[in-house]
């Protein structure tokens, strides 16, 4: 089965500081979603990747697939106390599964003031 | 809209009883999915139905699961008898196909004692 890792599991900026999230699947990436969830609340969608190369940004956001390295990280610049949360990469096994997402541990993002 | 509703939002019951958790997914989506989010275990998918019709339930634990779509608009994830090891944070999520991005509910937390 499928096994996506994160790295780091948890991190502390200062506010202001630019900060990368890596997501690295055991197996070939047929698109790559991100997520951002609130302790107490459901997953916020962020973005979807598709393709190998393929590069979105949303806001302060941007997220990268590199499919020969089964890899996808999040970048986030300037960040801000709103940026805090738990962030989530989640793939699916198979070409054209869609939202039959495996997910990663998650990424614990601090933000201080 | 609304977006996905899960009730209830918390949820104790005692060892043996049965449990059932709702959900109304978006109006038109004809997607739905159930997770599970536990700190050991991460995030799991259980199962997944289109057009009411369950496509793939490999995710789910055990006979004492089961998840039923009676229409479009309404899911339901049964427990019986619970067990302590239950105790989880359940999400339902829905999309429009399998290959748009998926809404998630806010979660039912559930605690079996």
């Known amino acids: 089965s499928q096994e996506l890792e994160q790295s780091p599991q948890s991190l502390i900026v200062q506010e202001g500081k630019n900060l990368t999230i890596n997501c690295t699947s055991s197996k070939t990436l047929y698109g790559l979603y991100w997520y951002k969830q609130k302790y107490g609340e459901g997953l916020i969608f962020l973005m979807m990747l598709q393709k190998g190369g393929e590069e979105k940004s949303h806001e302060k956001i941007t997220a990268k697939l590199d499919e020969k390295k089964q890899q996808s990280s999040l970048h986030i610049t300037a960040s801000q106390p709103s940026h805090a949360g738990i962030y989530l990469c989640?793939?699916?096994?198979?070409?054209?599964?869609?939202?039959?997402?495996?997910f990663g541990g998650g990424t614990r993002l601090m933000v201080k003031p | 809209d609304a977006g996905v509703i899960q009730s209830p939002r918390h949820e104790v019951t005692e060892m043996g009883q049965e449990v059932t958790l709702r959900c109304k997914p978006i109006?038109?989506?004809?997607?739905l999915f159930w997770y599970r989010q536990t700190m050991m275990r991460g995030l799991e998918l259980l199962i997944y139905?289109?057009?009411?019709?369950?496509?793939?339930d490999s995710g789910m634990p055990e006979d004492r699961f089961s998840a039923k779509m009676p229409n479009a608009s309404f899911s339901t994830l049964k427990i019986q008898p619970s067990e302590p090891r239950d105790s989880a944070v359940y999400f339902c999520a829905s999309s429009l196909g399998q290959g748009a991005r998926a809404f998630f509910g806010q979660g039912t937390r559930l605690t079996v004692v």
């Open positions: 989640g793939a699916p096994p198979l070409f054209n599964a869609g939202n039959m997402l495996t």
């Open positions: 139905f289109n057009n009411n019709v369950p496509i793939d």
């Open positions: 109006s038109g989506h004809n997607s």
